[in-house]
């Protein structure tokens, strides 16, 4: 089977492992399962993933960990090559994916810079790029929105990582990429191709590094509004968590369209899952 796996609220909750899933993705691959994990936080690189869930125990390469900002990469080198220059408004783990594919990337610091400077727009400032790219952007300033709003009115394609309105982070929620890609996009009046969940972007772009389809995949995720939708997004089946942000009211309450192919409350369950479902 293909297993595309989130991350967080599946394989650990912050800073703590789920108790005995790692084990159960180490023991699908052994048996010959793929196993790719997926995410829709787009600030970190490929790297950034891999001492954790190794630490973890979790079967892992450096290709088998593909985020919004990895996945977004990988579409515009295979979908949009006439994109060359691109305006990046996010963390540095986005701008190292989109150099990885050959693209020239200009940070939304060195805009804003000359922005400021040279009393030029975004556009300019930017060297006419092809496209704009939002993500989550920790250092955001009023105008890094400004250029990349610039770019985007001047006709620079507009891609966003995806529209996660939040980040819970430790310290509470905080604004995620969707608030960032909402502010440019009521500043043009454009609206942005999304990769990331709950659209069916970043599975394909996932399923497409071991050589499958999405829609072959089960899907491992605890968000009923991301990784459930973009299973079905995909045509493929779906293992819902209890372990992360929904509670089985919420499960409950869920179409019958919408119900998860299986649910799972913890490791031995999700194992459980995946054997009936490898079972046909």
């Given at each position: 089977?293909?297993l595309?796996v989130?991350?967080?609220?599946?394989?650990?909750?912050?800073?703590?492992?789920?108790?005995?899933?790692a084990?159960v993705l180490?023991?699908?691959?052994?048996?010959?399962?793929?196993?790719?994990?997926?995410t829709n936080n787009?600030?970190?690189?490929?790297?950034?993933?891999l001492?954790?869930?190794?630490?973890?125990?979790a079967?892992?390469?450096q290709?088998?960990?593909?985020?919004?900002?990895?996945?977004?990469?990988?579409?515009?080198?295979?979908?949009e090559p006439?994109?060359?220059?691109?305006?990046v408004i996010?963390a540095?783990?986005?701008?190292?994916?989109?150099?990885?594919?050959?693209?020239?990337?200009?940070?939304?610091a060195?805009a804003?810079?000359?922005m400021s400077?040279e009393?030029?727009?975004g556009?300019?400032?930017?060297?006419?790029p092809d496209?704009?790219?939002?993500g989550?952007?920790?250092?955001v300033?009023?105008?890094?929105?400004?250029?990349a709003?610039?770019?985007?009115?001047?006709?620079?394609?507009?891609?966003?990582?995806?529209?996660?309105?939040?980040?819970?982070?430790?310290r509470?929620?905080?604004p995620?990429?969707g608030?960032?890609?909402a502010?440019?996009?009521?500043?043009?009046?454009?609206?942005?191709?999304?990769?990331?969940?709950?659209?069916?972007h970043?599975?394909?772009?996932a399923?497409?590094v071991v050589?499958?389809?999405a829609?072959?995949?089960?899907?491992?995720?605890?968000?009923?509004?991301t990784?459930?939708?973009?299973?079905?997004?995909?045509?493929?089946?779906?293992?819902?968590?209890?372990?992360?942000?929904t509670?089985?009211?919420?499960?409950e309450?869920?179409?019958?369209?919408?119900?998860p192919?299986?649910?799972?409350?913890?490791?031995?369950?999700?194992?459980?899952?995946?054997?009936?479902?490898?079972?046909?």
């Amino acid at each position: 089977m293909l297993l595309l796996v989130d991350l967080d609220g599946v394989v650990y909750r912050g800073a703590q492992p789920v108790p005995g899933v790692a084990d159960v993705l180490a023991a699908r691959a052994a048996s010959g399962d793929d196993v790719v994990y997926v995410t829709n936080n787009s600030m970190h690189y490929r790297t950034d993933y891999l001492r954790r869930l190794t630490d973890l125990g979790a079967p892992v390469s450096q290709e088998r960990v593909v985020s919004s900002g990895r996945a977004t990469a990988l579409y515009i080198a295979e979908h949009e090559p006439q994109i060359r220059r691109v305006l990046v408004i996010g963390a540095g783990g986005l701008e190292r994916e989109l150099r990885d594919v050959g693209l020239e990337v200009i940070n939304g610091a060195q805009a804003a810079g000359r922005m400021s400077q040279e009393g030029i727009d975004g556009w300019e400032a930017a060297g006419h790029p092809d496209a704009v790219v939002v993500g989550l952007d920790p250092q955001v300033t009023y105008l890094r929105i400004a250029a990349a709003a610039d770019a985007v009115r001047a006709g620079a394609r507009f891609i966003a990582t995806n529209r996660d309105p939040v980040l819970p982070t430790e310290r509470g929620v905080r604004p995620g990429a969707g608030s960032l890609v909402a502010a440019v996009e009521t500043a043009t009046g454009v609206a942005p191709l999304v990769i990331g969940k709950p659209g069916p972007h970043l599975l394909e772009e996932a399923a497409s590094v071991v050589g499958r389809r999405a829609h072959e995949a089960v899907v491992i995720g605890d968000g009923l509004t991301t990784d459930l939708a973009a299973a079905r997004a995909t045509g493929a089946r779906s293992v819902l968590m209890l372990t992360g942000v929904t509670e089985r009211a919420q499960l409950e309450a869920l179409p019958v369209d919408e119900q998860p192919t299986a649910v799972a409350e913890d490791a031995a369950q999700l194992a459980e899952a995946l054997e009936r479902l490898a079972q046909g």
